[in-house]
């Protein structure tokens, strides 16, 4: 996307637009839960908004491919637009697709289920965006035909997936017959003393994550100097590490509650960001390796081993503490007041954290130091992760992980 956005010519200001619109629409997961709870079987909603998801990616080729015939206002107008399109459809299911599969996984093998799925969609979507490099570099990223047959082949991929995933059975697919006001929800959710915690605790997350998300890779190579193409391998790396680490967590779930898993993973997330603190432009971890391979490459490498463990971690014990809660009838809207409330808390943090930068780079005192503003913004983040720690401690949650 950010090789097209530069290959149409977009403005910072229409690029930050067409980048933000996740995180902006996010709060239509609870519109799309309460029309389909309210009107609509919940498979062939889901089902309904996944192909108008990946049908905007089509449309999308199209408009690319005819966008210099198009004067450049209506061009950018109408490609916010269907990328708006795309982003609601996909928000409006959000908290469905979550329901509706764990109502057939086993409390038991819940965090192991989890596990497994996402360590394969972290494999299989490297993979995919390896191959989508070499793909478009071999078409030739300077014609604007190159990204239509890109978006053309995610509209066929994403809706084969749409159409495999439709057959997967639902025990409860039918609108509720109560009707239940979605005030009523909202009030019993944030009441809740299962669903509450993990509020305030996901919120502080991404909050903490906001710190350092957007800046790490800027740092990586403006402070580091190190190449783009060390840090794709990185990636890669923690990416694998991830992907093996699921058995181990899916073993820790069924011996260990699912509270321990979440807090080993955020302790560790404390001691990576104050890692990432101490690993000042002129600490000599970066230098390990000599002449024999990239610079900074050996530095990084356990810092990303470890977070490729964590995100795995975080992900199963999250999804199976948000999808095994007690009281099903507000299941649906807590899981998506977790994911808008965490998705706003991290697009707030991402802004005021740019400001943040800023201030830290004119800071006399700073320019006496070895640290950079990235440095400074990394001890927040630790700070972050150790605060929720004592929320999590107040998570009401079976004692064993199911």
């Not at 069924?254 to 101490?278: D, E, H, N, P």
């Amino acid at each position: 996307m950010s090789a097209l956005e530069r290959q149409l010519d977009f403005s910072n200001f229409q690029i930050g637009i067409v980048n933000s619109l996740a995180q902006v629409f996010l709060p239509m997961q609870i519109v799309g839960l309460v029309i389909q709870e309210r009107f609509f079987h919940r498979v062939k909603f889901w089902g309904f908004c996944s192909t108008c998801q990946f049908l905007a990616y089509g449309l999308l080729g199209v408009l690319v491919l005819f966008f210099n015939q198009i004067p450049q206002p209506y061009g950018v107008m109408a490609f916010i637009t269907i990328m708006a399109m795309s982003v609601i459809a996909s928000s409006m299911i959000g908290p469905i697709g979550l329901t509706w599969h764990a109502d057939f996984v086993p409390r038991r093998a819940s965090t192991g289920f989890w596990s497994k799925r996402n360590a394969n969609y972290l494999l299989y979507s490297t993979i995919s965006t390896v191959l989508a490099g070499v793909l478009l570099q071999s078409l030739g990223t300077g014609c604007n035909l190159s990204y239509s047959i890109m978006l053309f082949l995610g509209m066929i991929f994403g809706l084969c997936s749409s159409a495999m995933q439709v057959d997967i059975p639902d025990t409860n697919p039918f609108p509720k017959t109560s009707k239940d006001n979605p005030a009523e929800q909202l009030k019993a959710v944030f009441k809740s003393r299962e669903l509450r915690p993990l509020i305030i605790f996901f919120g502080m997350q991404a909050v903490a994550a906001g710190f350092t998300g957007a800046f790490l890779y800027i740092y990586l190579q403006k402070e580091i100097n190190m190449q783009i193409t060390s840090q794709q391998v990185l990636l890669a790396i923690s990416t694998l590490t991830g992907f093996f680490s699921a058995g181990i967590i899916r073993r820790m779930g069924l011996k260990y509650s699912r509270q321990f898993i979440l807090g080993l993973c955020t302790f560790i997330l404390a001691v990576l960001a104050l890692w990432w603190g101490i690993m000042t432009p002129g600490n000599p971890l970066w230098q390990i390796g000599g002449e024999w391979l990239p610079h900074g490459f050996l530095g990084a490498l356990p810092i990303f081993m470890i977070t490729g463990f964590t995100t795995i971690g975080l992900a199963a014990s999250r999804e199976s503490l948000i999808t095994t809660q007690r009281d099903k009838n507000i299941q649906g809207m807590g899981i998506a007041i977790i994911y808008a409330g965490t998705g706003v808390c991290g697009a707030i943090t991402g802004i005021i954290s740019g400001y943040f930068y800023g201030v830290l780079e004119n800071w006399s005192w700073l320019a006496g130091t070895p640290f950079k503003p990235f440095n400074i913004m990394a001890f927040i983040a630790a700070a972050g992760y150790l605060a929720t720690l004592p929320v999590m401690f107040r998570l009401k949650a079976p004692a064993k992980a199911e």
